[in-house]
């Protein structure tokens, strides 16, 4: 059998309990990784660590709010701890809330840009001393199709991962010295738990049922016309985390059935 892509390597994947993250989890483990698979609901981290090793995979869980320095600090020393190094980091948390901007509660927008922006810049803050002493790194921010174009009723969302990709930039300039790597994943409509939550508001926004939102408003603007697995992202993001993905630095790489396209 071949070598696996990853042998040896650790991941850290934020929000990995569910949807996009887990299926990182889950490829990274396939592929030979150490993973931990952190979230900020630690019973449900817990559980798909243990999924992942039912399978026979090396996977532990740990609790984590990818917004706050403290457990981000002790998540690189909890990873430190049990793997002695970290190689490929994921910045992958996230969550939604839509409404117009007049509607838009300041607290919610606030807490959005803490998870989804300053979160991956403290995470990269914490794990770039070890990844330069290792000469060697992958941070993958899962950003979105929102960090490129506008979309109404998401203004913390578009505002966050519009930054994201800003701060994808500028440490990739600040780790191509030193082997490490840093891209931006701009994932389209992903069937997660996230998305069909979104879904929802949308559709109380708009004031049509949810399936309405999808052959109404998300379809028309999918060419493919089809929400994507995350397992087709997590497959980008494998490449991108392996030695292949070794030249492609400060991207921001779209994987939206064409959405972007038009
Ligand atoms: N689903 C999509 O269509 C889509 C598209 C583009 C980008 N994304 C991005 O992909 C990422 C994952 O989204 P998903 O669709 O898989 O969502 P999801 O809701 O299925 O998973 C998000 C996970 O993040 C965890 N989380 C929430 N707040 C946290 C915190 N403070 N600290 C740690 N963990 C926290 C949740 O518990 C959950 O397990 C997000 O950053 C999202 O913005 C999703």
Redesign the pocket.
Known sequence: MGQKWLDGKTAVI??A?????FAIAERFAQQGANVIV????EQ?AMDSARVLAERGYTAVGRA????AEEDLQALVDFALQAFGTVEIWVN?????HVANVEEFPVPTYRRMID??LVGPFIATKHIFPVMKRHQYGRILN?????GLIGFAGKAA?NSA?HGVIGLTKVAALEGAGFGITVNALC????D????RNQLADLARVRGISPEQVLEEVIYPLVPQRRLLE?AEVADYALFLASHHGRSITGQAVVIDGGYVAQ
């Not at 309990?17 to 993250?21: L, N």
């Not at 994932?187 to 992903?190: I, R, S, T």
Request: glycine fraction near 12%; hydrophobic fraction near 45%.
């Open positions: 934020t929000g309990a569910s949807g996009i993250g952190s979230d900020i609901r449900a984590v709010n990818a917004a992958n948390a996230g969550m939604q998870l989804m899962i950003a979105s199709i929102n969302y991962k994932p389209g409509y992903v997660t738990p996230l998305v995350p």
